[in-house]
């Protein structure tokens, strides 16, 4: 029994060593992408995202580098700034006719859908449409997003700058339709806003508050 409780002992020293010995251990990727607007214009964004090291399910020591589900877009439209973070996959920069920009995103991605208490189910087309208010940093969405968005390709890329590839600083338009090649082919409602893009089917109008993950242990 006492060689047990030796060998417990040892097994959670060390892992308390492994997990003192990556505090601090992570990493932001950035760089610059050139965006084409729906109005013809062209503007060029800052993004960045973290990356952390990250145990495998059911064994701590299998530790990898992986990127996290949050990301910061920051960019300049009409004489104003804007900064948008949150843990979701932003896809499309979008003008609105009273030439506003907002963000479009697909809900599921990294889980933005359970963050929030009225959660973003049962939607079509599922997507998420972001407004900014007058500071250009805070940011809300309406239940639906707006129909002349409809059909709109995607306009920021998907396949984002890992840590272990020869990265560059900046990515044209071009640079960015040869990255999401393959992602375009396995994702057509990623590639263009599909208005028929229903991802939930017959899903529960009621949202189960028990479904909501705890981010807190993220």
Request: hydrophobic share 35%.
């Amino acid at each position: 029994m006492q060689q047990k409780i030796v060998k417990c002992w040892t097994g959670w020293v060390a892992v308390v060593l492994a997990g003192s010995l990556l505090v601090g251990c992570s990493r932001t990727v950035t760089w610059e992408e050139e965006v084409p607007l729906n109005t013809g214009e062209t503007i060029w964004i800052k993004r960045s995202k973290p990356w952390v090291y990250k145990g495998g399910f059911g064994n701590p020591f299998a530790m990898s580098m992986l990127p996290t589900g949050e990301q910061t877009i920051l960019f300049k439209y009409g004489g104003s700034e804007y900064r948008f973070t949150g843990r979701v996959d932003v896809g499309w920069i979008a003008i609105t006719p009273d030439k506003k920009p907002v963000l479009v995103a697909i809900p599921g991605s990294y889980g933005w859908n359970y963050q929030y208490e009225s959660a973003y189910y049962c939607v079509v087309p599922y997507y998420v449409q972001f407004f900014a208010d007058k500071t250009g940093k805070n940011w809300t969405w309406p239940e639906k997003i707006e129909p002349w968005l409809y059909n709109l390709p995607r306009n920021l890329m998907a396949s984002i700058p890992r840590l272990d590839e020869a990265r560059k600083d900046r990515y044209s338009a071009k640079d960015r339709e040869e990255r999401d090649r393959t992602y375009h082919l396995q994702s057509p409602y990623g590639r263009q806003i599909d208005p028929l893009y229903d991802a939930n089917g017959d899903c529960p109008k009621k949202y189960d508050p028990s479904m909501k993950p705890d981010w807190s242990k993220k």
